[in-house]
Nanobody, 120 residues
C-alpha cells in the first residue's frame, strides 16, 4: 500500500491550499484517514481525521479554516486549507489506518510529507 500526498506549497497569509492523499494497492477496508503536521523542532500532531463512517474531528487551531473530505471511490482524502496563517507552516503527512487482508488487523500507513508554508 502506498499513500501519495500532493498539493503543498507557498502561500500568502490568508490564502488557500488543497492537499490530496491517494491510497493505492491492495486495500480491503480502511478505518480512519487523517493529516498530521510537523513544524521544525516540534512533534508531529494530528490536525483533522475522518473515519470510514464519516466522523470528522479537527484540532482547535484549524476549526473553521480547514476541511477534510474523502472520495471513497478513489481512496483519496483531501484537506482544504483556507485562511492560512504563518503558524500553519509545517510538513504535512497523510496517514491511513487500513486493512490489506481480512486475515490481518489494520495497520498504519504514511505518505511522504508535503511542505506547506504560510508567509507573513
Amino acid at each position: 500500500v502506498q499513500l501519495q500526498a500532493s498539493g503543498g506549497g507557498l502561500v500568502q497569509a490568508g490564502g488557500s491550499l488543497r492537499l490530496s492523499c491517494a491510497a493505492s494497492g491492495s486495500i480491503v477496508s480502511w478505518n480512519v484517514m487523517g493529516w498530521y503536521r510537523q513544524a521544525p523542532g516540534k512533534q508531529r500532531d494530528l490536525v483533522p481525521s475522518i473515519t470510514s463512517g464519516g466522523s470528522i474531528s479537527y484540532v482547535d487551531s484549524v476549526k473553521g479554516r480547514f476541511t477534510i473530505s474523502r472520495d471513497n471511490a478513489k481512496n483519496t482524502v483531501y484537506l482544504q486549507m483556507n485562511s492560512l496563517k504563518p503558524e500553519d507552516t509545517a510538513v504535512y503527512y497523510c496517514n491511513a489506518r487500513l486493512r490489506t487482508s481480512i486475515y490481518r488487523p489494520a495497520g498504519d500507513y504514511w505518505g511522504q510529507g508535503t511542505q506547506v508554508t504560510g508567509l507573513q
